[in-house]
C-alpha cells in the first residue's frame, strides 16, 4: 500500500466540489490542508484514527468557502500554515517560497505557485528526500486549473500567465508524485470544469491535462480565459473574511425555532424567507416572496449567489430536515444571520391563516406550446437545449427578471434551480409559471425532438 492509502484521508465537500485533507503523520497528530470552516467530517475522520490535528495549512485565501484553520487553532491548538504574502491578520506561520516545517518524520515545503490568487501556495510533502505528494489547491488540479478571474477580470490575463508558470513548475515534479488538489469538478473555481476524479499524479496530468497540453503560454492563457463561467456572488468578499480570519464559533450552533408572529415581525422588518424544502413541497403550497432554495449539497452555494449576507435569513423547513446541516451550509460561506425557522412550517403558517402561493409543476409532455425558460449555466445550455428557450443563468435571473417570457415554463436539470428561478419570478411579480420536472433529454425523450446545441 502506498502513503495515501494508509496516511492520507480525502474529505470531499460535494456541493463545492472541494476536497480538504487530513494527513496521519504516524505519532497520533495530524496535518490538515484547506480544511472548511465546517469541520464536521474532518474531526469525524480524526476521530477514527484517534488524532489530534497538530498543523493546519491553506493554500491560499479561499474564495467559495471559509477556512477551518482558525477554529483548529483555537480549539486543537493546530499552528496554521499559510503564504507570508497573504497578510492574514491572525498568528500563523508565514512561509515563503522554498520555506519547510518539520512534521515529525515528513516534512511540508513551500511552493509559491501564484494564479488563481497572488497569494497561492502548493505544499510539496516529502519523507526525506522522496517526494510523497503535492498539495495544489487550485493551481494543478485534475484536468485542469483554477480560475484566475477572481481578483478581477483586469487581472485574469495576467494571473492566467502567472497559473501557466505555476502549473509548470508543478509539471517538473517527479511523474510519480500524487497530486492532491483542493478544487474539483463541480467547483465553480475551476476553469475549465474539473474532472470527476479528486487526485491524480504528475505524470497522469502531462499525459491528460489539455492546459498543460497547449503549446506556449498564449495559447494557455486563451484556453483558460475562454472557458471562464459565472461564479457565485459571494465569492468577492470571502477572500478578505480569510484574510481577516473567520469568528471563532464556541459551540455547536442551533437555529432558533420561531412562532408565526416572529415570523412576520421579522419579514417585516426586512429579513429573508427561505425555504428549503423539497420542489413537490414549495410547488404545492409556500409564504409568498419566499425564494425557494432546497436544502442538497449545492445549497450553500445558491443561498451565496442569490441571498444578501447582511439580513437576516428566516427559513421554512419540512419535518425531518436536517437543521445542522442547514446551519453548517451557511456557516461555511459567512452567512451568520440566521433568525431561526417556522416552528411548526407550513401547516402552523396555514393554521394561523397565513396566505399561500402555488408553482404548477409539469411533464415534459405537458408545455406544449408555452414558452420556456432555461436557467442552466452557459456551458450547460450549449450541449444542448430546447430550441426557442430563452436562456438566463439562474444566478442572473434577478437582474433580468423583467425578460423571461409570460407564462413561462422554467427548466433547470432536474428541477431545483428551476423552482428557485420560478420563485425569484413569481417575487418580482410573474404569474402564471410553471417548472418543468426533470430536464431537457427528457423533453427530447417526451417529444422526439432533438435538443438544439450551441448558446
Not at 169 to 176: G, I
Not at 191 to 211: D, F, M, S, V
Not at 222 to 243: H, I, K, Q, V
Not at 416 to 429: D, P, V
Amino acid at each position: 500500500m502506498g502513503f495515501a492509502d494508509d496516511h492520507l484521508t480525502p474529505l470531499v465537500d460535494e456541493g463545492l466540489g472541494n476536497s480538504a485533507y487530513l494527513v496521519d503523520l504516524g505519532d497520533g497528530r495530524a496535518l490538515a490542508v484547506d480544511a472548511s470552516r465546517d469541520l464536521r467530517a474532518l474531526r469525524a475522520a480524526a476521530a477514527r484514527r484517534g488524532l489530534t490535528v497538530a498543523f493546519a495549512a491553506d493554500t491560499h485565501l479561499h474564495a467559495d468557502f471559509l477556512s477551518g484553520a482558525v477554529q483548529l487553532a483555537a480549539d486543537d491548538g493546530a499552528a496554521v500554515l499559510a503564504s507570508a504574502a497573504g497578510r492574514r491578520a491572525f498568528e500563523h506561520t508565514a512561509l515563503a517560497d522554498g520555506d519547510e516545517m518539520d512534521l515529525g518524520g515528513l516534512t511540508l515545503r513551500a511552493l509559491v505557485t501564484p494564479g488563481h490568487t497572488d497569494e497561492h501556495l502548493s505544499f510539496l510533502l516529502l519523507d526525506g528526500a522522496h517526494e510523497l505528494g503535492v498539495f495544489t489547491g487550485g493551481s494543478l488540479i485534475v484536468g485542469s486549473a483554477a480560475r484566475t478571474d477572481l481578483l478581477g477580470a483586469d487581472r485574469a490575463e495576467e494571473l492566467a500567465r502567472d497559473q501557466y508558470r505555476s502549473l509548470h513548475r508543478l509539471a517538473e515534479l517527479p511523474d510519480a508524485t500524487a497530486v492532491w488538489p483542493t478544487h474539483g469538478a463541480g467547483s465553480f473555481c475551476s476553469a475549465p470544469p474539473g474532472a470527476e476524479r479528486t487526485t491524480t499524479t504528475i505524470a497522469a496530468q502531462k499525459q491528460a491535462n489539455p492546459l498543460l497540453a497547449a503549446p506556449d503560454e498564449d495559447a494557455f492563457v486563451r484556453e483558460l480565459l475562454g472557458s471562464l463561467g459565472t461564479y457565485p456572488a459571494y465569492f468577492d468578499g470571502l477572500g478578505e473574511m480569510n484574510r481577516r480570519g473567520p469568528t471563532v464559533i464556541g459551540s455547536a450552533p442551533t437555529l432558533a425555532a420561531l412562532t408565526t408572529a416572529e415570523t412576520r415581525q421579522l419579514l417585516g422588518q426586512g429579513a429573508q424567507l427561505i425555504d428549503i424544502r423539497p420542489v413537490a413541497d414549495f410547488a404545492a403550497g409556500h409564504i409568498p416572496g419566499a425564494v425557494s432554495i432546497p436544502l442538497r449539497d449545492q445549497f450553500a452555494t445558491w443561498l451565496g449567489w442569490l441571498i444578501p449576507d447582511d439580513v437576516p435569513l428566516v427559513f421554512v423547513t419540512a419535518p425531518g430536515q436536517d437543521l445542522a446541516e442547514l446551519t453548517w451550509q451557511a456557516l461555511k460561506i459567512g452567512y451568520e444571520q440566521l433568525a431561526g425557522h417556522l416552528d411548526g412550517g407550513m401547516t402552523a403558517w396555514t393554521a394561523d391563516g397565513g396566505p399561500q402561493q402555488t408553482i404548477e409543476l409539469v411533464t415534459a409532455d405537458r408545455i406544449a406550446e408555452r414558452p420556456v425558460l432555461d436557467v442552466r449555466q452557459r456551458a450547460e445550455r450549449a450541449t444542448g437545449h430546447i430550441p426557442g428557450a430563452v436562456g438566463i443563468e439562474l444566478g442572473e435571473l434577478d437582474a433580468h427578471a423583467d425578460e423571461p417570457p409570460s407564462g413561462a415554463v422554467v427548466h433547470c436539470g432536474h428541477g431545483e434551480r428551476a423552482m428557485t428561478a420560478a420563485s425569484l419570478l413569481q417575487r418580482a411579480g410573474h404569474r402564471d409559471l410553471a417548472v418543468l420536472t426533470g430536464g431537457p433529454d427528457d423533453w427530447a425523450k417526451a417529444t422526439g425532438r432533438t435538443l438544439q446545441e450551441g448558446a
